[in-house]
């Protein structure tokens, strides 16, 4: 069983940054596929952005620009850096892994998951 413990949520002003992180209990680079995944009460859960083991990233076009992901191998430590923020990425975040050999963008596909971290933005 693999677990993932996110920190670095919590409360910031309109343009303000926050750095989420998610440690992962087994070697990261195991998986192909890692995502940020965020949902807003009474909405589905969406991708925020995926990266495979190459590195390469794919951002929702609401986050381009402002959000970075990016990993430590050494440390098993998912990062997602945001910047800019704004009312609208008021949600709560999870890391995601995903035991493919590709990088879905369906949650359903991932089957690992962390407990969340709230961020608000007001």
């Known amino acids: 069983q693999v677990q993932l413990v996110e920190s670095g949520g919590g409360s910031v002003q309109a343009g303000g940054s926050l750095r989420l992180s998610c440690t992962f209990s087994?070697?990261?680079?195991?998986?192909?596929?890692l995502g940020w995944f965020r949902q807003a009460p009474g909405k589905e859960r969406e991708a925020v952005v995926r990266i495979d083991s190459d590195g390469s990233t794919k951002y929702a076009d609401s986050v381009k620009d402002r959000f970075t992901i990016s990993k430590d191998n050494d440390k098993n430590t998912l990062y997602l850096q945001m910047n800019t923020l704004n009312s609208e990425d008021t949600s709560m975040y999870y890391c995601?892994?995903?035991?493919?050999?590709?990088?879905?963008?369906?949650?359903?596909?991932?089957?690992?998951w962390g407990q969340g971290t709230q961020v608000t933005v007001s």
């Open positions: 995601a892994a995903a035991p493919t050999l590709y990088c879905p963008n369906i949650p359903n596909e991932y089957v690992y």
């Open positions: 087994r070697d990261i680079y195991t998986f192909y596929c």
